[in-house]
Structures are given as structure tokens and as C-alpha cells.
């Protein structure tokens, strides 16, 4: 009686294993109610979708189509990483500050029209792929970590004059290693757009296969339970990927947990 | 009266002015002496009280180097040299250090650039005897958002005095603190600045009560009738007061009064 009343009243807060019993009732309902509810409807229930995702694991083409998609992501998202660093670190030199200004901006610049341009100035489907995953990350990439940049307290770079460091080594130690773990996070909320990303990309050009090609060649022939089995695959990898790189931060910079706790 | 002289000028603030759209600061004038005790490394604790809002933080930065003022200089060290960012030691209130850095790691990074010339060796027995001076040892692993803010506040002093400066500044140290940390913050800094003869702290506080309890020199920040900016309004010699040296001092009565004075008139 005690818990119902703790879980209705607002700005409660629940111990984890009362968060985790909570996620896995819910889950469980609105599971059970699409079944009962979508028996004859158009949507695929999760049964059939469960049936779909076994299928697909099990199938002799899905590794190579994941393997396929991970690389472009992982590959697409080191290089917007040291590009995005670049430009945000690059940032803090005056010279350089209205290039990081405009990259912002380009979060506001549309891919499709810039396909046919992408397509010109690359040798390869795969390059155009990288290209356009880059390009479309990158934006997001720099504006989150300038935000990181601004919030700097202007202490710490106080801190350092008056521990006798140079504009450089001040750079190094505030703005570089001081936020690597908040970088690290940057990436972290990242990888969601650039996983997303993937099967938009992955359309352009469907020669190396990936998930992406999986969905949208199901999609094509209207094979929902497939498309709906892709999706939960694409869904349960980026949520693995989001608690690896959650998980991995707190073992490479211990002080995180602290901030957590607190 | 216990015998003392004041030597040499080691901090001169001379004809300071500091506006924005508005004067902040006037013609700020002040000296501290290097003060000697026979017998003693007597440094100096040294006060600069005014309430808040008056300019204080922004004396702070110009006595730390970290801003200039519109016009006048501020000397520092015995060869009275125009003072330059690095120079003088800060503690700000919220005592600031390196959150990705060990205690440890935050005192060593002090000795990368100190003026202190020593091997690593040498360098880590010294972090190791401040760090046990100062009740730190065994927080030496542990990351500043682990530490309590007494702990805080003593690692960001033993960093600065690491860095080899006489000079530190500290922001508001009595801020935010129970009766019984300012007394052990009291014995902490009065501590540090007999580390050294030429040891100077300059406290700027608001505080009247505990500033003056600590300091054998203050001076009154305040504004002065029909003019803008702050300026320089006393200047209290508490040694000659006979108030200075004293840990009990708070009870004198005599003492009372003067910090009811000070009140009235910041």
C-alpha cells in the first residue's frame, strides 16, 4: 500500500529495484495490450515480431548486414569525433571561432540537397555514405561540445594563472583533459543520432547491405513483421551501445560516479 | 606589548581605480609591511573587509593580477615589481580545483610550475608532510567533489602555498562555515602564515568579527558620502591595538566594540 502511494505522489523518489520492477510491469502491460488490442490489425503484435527477430538473427545474411552497418557507424563516428574536437578546440583561438560558428549552423542545412553535390565529390557508395553520416554529426557533435567549452567556469582558468600556466597549458588542462568525460558523454548522446542516421544513409546506396538496406527492402514488399523485427534489432543495439559507452566512461574517468552519486 | 617591528613593504596598492559603466573602485591606496617578531616566522594575515557588492571580489582580482585597473599599479615581493597573474596565490570561496585530478594530483600540479625547486622525490615528501600538517593525508587519493568543504578549502590552500607564492588571497574563507570551522580555518590560516617570514594573507571578507579576529592589519573597504566607488575608508592596526596575536581575542570586550564600530560603519 505504502509503494502505490509512493509511486503516485510526485517528486517521490524510488529506490532501483523499485525503478526496475516499475519499467519491467509497464513494459509487460503495454506488451500484452498490443497483443490482445492489434490481433487483427495491420501493425504486426510482438509475437509475431518476437517470431521476425529470431528469423533475422538466425538468417545467414544478418551478420554480414550488421557488421556492414556497425563499421559505417563506428567509422563514421571516430572521424566526427576528431573533427568535432578539432573544431571546438580550434574554437577557443580567435582566428578560428566563425568556422566552429558556421559548422553550428549547419545543423539547420538539409542532406537531401546536398546528396547530388556529396555524390560528386565522392569516388564510392561507401565514401558517400561516411560522407553524409559525417557531415550530418558532425553540427551536433560541435555545438554540444561548445556548449561544454562555455560552461567552463572562469575559475579554473584563473586556477591556472595562478598555478603559473600558459594560455596552452591552461587549453590542455581545462578545456582538454579537465572535459574529456563530459567529450565522452557528448559521444555517448551522439551515437543516437549517428545510429539513426545509418538507415537514412544506408539507402543512399544498398551495395554493402546493413541494417538500413534490410528495412528498406522490407519495407518496399510491405513485410511489416520484418521491418518491425529490424527496428526492435536497431533498437536493442543502441540501447547495448548507450549502456557499454555509459558503463565504459565510468571505468575511464572514476570521478563520474562520484558526480552520479551526488 | 609583545615586541615587533615593520620592516620592508611587501604588497603597496597605489592610486587604484577601477570603473565599468560605473566607478567601482577610488583611489585605493594601501601598504603591508613585513612584520618581524624576534624569535618568530611571523608572516602576516592582513584584512580587507567591506559588505557585499562593494567591489571586494574586484580588488581581489587586481591584487591576484587577474584584471587591471583603469589606472594605478600594485607592487608586490621585495623588489616591489608590478604584480603579474601567478604572482600572487587565490583561494576563491568556492575553493576551486581540478575535479579530474586526485587531491594529490592537484597539490603536485601546483609544484609543476612552483618557484620551489625540488626533485619528485622531494616533491611528493613535501605534498606528503603539508597533506599530514593539514589533515589531508588520507584524502590524498580521494577527488575533490569527495572531499567535505573544510577539506576542500585546506587542499586549495596547501595547492597555492605549493606554488611557492608568499602572496595568497583568500575570497570570503568564513563564508558558509559553523562557529567551529571558522575557529579550525582561524588556526589553519594563522598556521600557514608563520610557515614563513614573508607569508602574507590577505583576507577579504565581509565578515568583520572573524577578520579581525585573525588580522594584525585591516582596512575598511567602503564609500564615502556623495562619491561614487569604493575606496579605503580606515586602516586598523590591530598590533597596536593590542588585538592582533591573540586567539582569544573575540571575548575582549574592548574588541567587541570595535567590530560593533566596524559594523556600523561598512
Redesign the interface.
Known sequence: MELLKTIFSPLTQIKGRTSIILIVVEAFLALLLWEIVGQNGLIPVPSKILTSVVAIVTSSYFVDNLFSSLTLTFTGMGISIVLALLVSYLSLIPVFAPIAKFIVKCRYLTLTGLIFLFTLLTQDGHQLKLSLLIFGIVPFFVTSLLAIIEAINVQEYELCKTLRMNNWQTLWEVVIIGRLDQVFEVMRQNFAIAWMMITMVEGLSMSEGGLGTMLIKSNKYIDLGTVFGILVIIFALGIFFDFLLRNLRHWLFPYTKIQVKK | MTSYSKNEVLIQVKDVNLSYDKQILRDINFAIHNIVRPGLSQGQVVSLIGRSGIGKTQLF?IL???IQPNTGTVLVGLEQQPVK??Q???V?Q?Y?????RTVFDNLR??M???SITLNDKEKDALINDYATKFDLAEHLKK?P??LSGGQRQRASII??VL?G?KFILLDEPFSGLDALMIDRVIELLLKISTLDELNTLVIVSHDVENSLAISDTAFILARQKDKEGATITETLDLIEMGFAWNPAIRENEKFQHLVAQIKHKI
Open positions: 582580482k591576484a593580477g587577474l597573474a601567478g600572487v596565490g587565490i576563491a568556492n576551486i580545483l581540478f575535479n579530474h600540479l601546483a609543476q610550475h612552483s577527488y567533489l569527495q595547492q597555492q606554488t607564492n
